[in-house]
């Protein structure tokens, strides 16, 4: 599976973006796709998970409430809605899929297949 990653760029505190993650290749309904994310100087932190065949999500505490993951079948993509963004969620965003349990959505090693990433930036 190969991943690209979209939507990123410069927005003010309290703002909004929408990230894409296209897939392409083949995909199987018990994948996961994840996004993390990763400031400079800082490590790669989980953000949220989906479950490609629906019914099982899961949320960074950083980022509860204020993110949501969604899928989009036909498209084969994977978004990630911010709103109310801090100067703090400013990063290189990251998605990536894998296979696991619910319990391990959050390591960086459930995941084998990585996109480019894309950068966002919340000005204060």
């Known amino acids: 599976v190969q991943l690209q990653a979209s939507g990123g760029g410069l927005v003010q505190t309290g703002g909004s973006l929408r990230l894409s993650c296209a897939a392409s290749g083949r995909t199987f309904s018990d994948y996961v796709i994840g996004w993390f994310r990763q400031a400079p100087g800082k490590e790669r932190e989980f953000v949220s998970a989906?479950?490609?065949?629906?019914?099982?999500?899961a949320y960074g505490d950083s980022v509860k409430g204020r993110f949501t993951i969604s899928r989009d079948y036909a498209k084969n993509t994977v978004y990630l809605q911010m709103n109310s963004l801090k100067p703090e969620d400013t990063a290189v965003y990251y998605c990536a899929t894998g296979r696991g349990p619910f319990s391990t959505w959050s390591w960086l090693r459930s995941y084998t297949s990585w996109g480019q990433g894309t950068q966002v930036t919340v000005s204060s």
């Open positions: 989906i479950r490609w065949s629906g019914g099982s999500i």
